[in-house]
């Protein structure tokens, strides 16, 4: 196990200095752009597959490495550069972690490049849980696999919501109930490989903010895929499902535990990304305090603007310090009893949301304009407090686990 650090080595400034270079070269100076186009930013993401970081090789390699800051440490260079196109380049990663998490090699080795494509024809992937029922309460999903046993073929009905990359993706990944009854231990997963008809991309969303990030509906409508898609295989499923029924009056509790754990591993990674956005924010805000003269000096001269960056500074480093922890944790097997990955997305988010406001405020009507940066950031740190898990819910699941009770 590595010893928990808040010194990145030397190989590690490297790759951020690398991604800080792109992010602020190609990411930048390209995220107004973007953002009012509202459209996915191809050109960026085939340059980031040119260097090599839109790629899953990158992000397998930052995954593993022991001390657990790698992933942090690329997610908050590049949403430094710009959320909604940083969203865009590692998006197709959502989906491509469903596949990891759930198939066999054969389908991680088959589906996961077809999930990027190549730097002269890239492509992305969308992960496709959320529905217009089923939000935070994702157990009440209502999309339905029935398995056509003749043909070895599964059979999709349902709408999904919220699908960053929904429709344009080459590969969907969709979360499905199997078995209803069982709730979230009755759904599975399934490949939608490209051009498989039924499929078809509902309302696009127009969005406050990351309107780089395509999001939209997806709507399947008797969709039928190959007994081969259904991720782990028809076995696994069969065998998981056995368990669930008998377990569903005495040992719900271990199944319900083994999703939460992935949960707090994949949530410091939105905490980071909202540091990256929160960092970006302060910086042009310090700059502008430093620069900007009324009544004869900078503002930054005056106390009430000074602490403001005193705070916003401190905050910042307070929640990557507990972004860094739990991505450590995670790696390292570490049991999350306070629940420490929930903790760092929710004090990382709530102060992305915080800090760019405060940035607008120093920044007086140019924070206002889209002339400056801070105002497209705060519409972008919006989104941390509300995907992958809201603050309420957040906040549920760290009382919870602290109290050991149902807490409602
Ligand atoms: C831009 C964007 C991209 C997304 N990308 C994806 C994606 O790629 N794939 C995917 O599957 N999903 C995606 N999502 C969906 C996202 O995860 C959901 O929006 C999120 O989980 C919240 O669900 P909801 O929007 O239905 O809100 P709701 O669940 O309806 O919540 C509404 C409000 O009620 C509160 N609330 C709900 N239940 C409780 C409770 N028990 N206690 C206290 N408060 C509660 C919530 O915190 C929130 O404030 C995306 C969403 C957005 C906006």
New binding site residues.
Partial sequence: MAEFTMELNDEQKEVRDWLHGFAADVIRPAAAEWDEREETPWPVIQEAAKVGIYSLDFYAQQYFDPTGLGIPMAMEELFWGDAGIALSIV?TG?AAVGVLANGTEEQIGTWIPQMYGDANDVKVA?????EPDA???VASLRTRAVYDEAKDEWVLNGT?T???NGGIANVHVVVAAVDPELGSKGHASFIVPPGTPGLAQGQKFK?HG?RA?H?AEVVLDNVRVPGACLLGGKEKLDERLARARERAKTGGERVKNAAMATFEASRPAVGAMAVGTARAAYEVALDYAKTREQFGRPIIDNQGVAFQLADMRTQIDAARLLVWRASWMAVNGKPFTAAEGSMSKLYASETAKKVTAQAIQILGGNGYTREYPVERMHRDAA?YT????????QR?VIARTLSGMPI?
């Fill in positions: 998006g959502l969308a992960f496709c849980s959320s939000g935070s309460d999904k919220w699908a960053t969005k990351i990030s999001t989104i509300i995907f992958e898990g809201t603050s309420e819910i549920l409602r």
